[in-house]
């Protein structure tokens, strides 16, 4: 380990698997935590000085790393922080703070508006990035502003809610020229003493009488556990890295004709409205009505016995391992259906190496 000053420490081929959820991946050439934005500068300037790349890790939940690790520097995010507004309404958080602290934070304080989102894993920051949801509720139907360092420009900016292009599973975060950002605040602006949002049938069922911001939470906790989609560390069905695909939106008239094939008598095709006009279809439904199911394996990785979206490492899973199944997957969907599915999570490493 190199000493870097008193801000922060960079280290070298340091593991990244155990900082994922799904545990997969090797080593990062060069590793730093950054507390401050000042570290945060130092760290970019070191990664400057080699000409190496940078990724941005925050809780390792939506990513899977190449065996072969990464070749450049991991930016560990650990800016921390809740801090109120003077509005009553707007809580602001570090990029590096635990999403489910903040959605507790909010619940305590009796801000509506992400008590769905609980039991999430990763960081505040990552949430603005694919527009983070969960049983009827949207990160970007909340998020007031994110504070972010422009790597091209050299400059921290401020992005109102408007300019983060918020869609399904989307951001200017995650879209190639929204690259270039890293994180380092988020603001919320959410509905003091405003109701639960109750829409999700699984949510609404539980409920006779309005529930209690708190309880809503914890009813989505307890959908998560039975599901596997809580994070656990140690039970092997939580080694995921949640969804690990889109749910596809297709227009509607190829629903319409997919159903033809099905014949009567057959399970309808569940659908949700898209924005645009089109028809949001279950990507687990697809996969399930293909064949597919926990005996689904390639290697150490499986899909889970408890939701047929996750793909699970069983406890010696390869990158590789990950990869064939994610291929035997679309490849079955796209026989059976016509469709192709989209990967959720982000590859890490997976690109030519740069020396
Ligand atoms: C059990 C389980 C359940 C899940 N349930 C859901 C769900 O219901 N809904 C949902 O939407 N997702 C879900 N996910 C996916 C995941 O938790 C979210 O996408 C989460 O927001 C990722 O946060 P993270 O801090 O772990 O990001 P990471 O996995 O560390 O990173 C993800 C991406 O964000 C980038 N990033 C992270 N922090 C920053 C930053 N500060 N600045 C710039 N870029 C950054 C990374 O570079 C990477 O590209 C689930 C995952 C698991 C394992």
Redesign the pocket.
Known sequence: MRKQGARWTVEEEVPLAPLT?LGVGGAARFFARVADEEALMDALEFARARACPV?????????IVSDRGFEGLVLK?EITGIRPGADGATLHAG?GTE?DLLVRSAVERRLAGIECLGG????A???P??N???YGQEAGDVVAGVRAWDQEEGAFRLFDRDACTFGY?SSL?NQPGGRR???VEVSLRLRPGGGARIDYPDLRERFASPPALAEVRDAVMAIRRAKG???SPGHPE?R????FFKNPVLPAATVEALEEVLGPGTDRIPRFPAPGGGVKVPAAWLITHAGLGPETSSGGAAISTRHALAIVNRGAATSGDILDLMAKIQRRVREAWGVDLEPEP?FVGFEPCIG
């Open positions: 959820t990724f941005v890790l925050g809780g390792g939940s939506n990513i995010m990029a999403w999430i894993p990763g960081t920051g990552a949430v990035i694919q983070v949801g969960a599973r975060f950002y890293i994180i989609m809580a994070w939580s995921s890295a949640g969804s982000i």
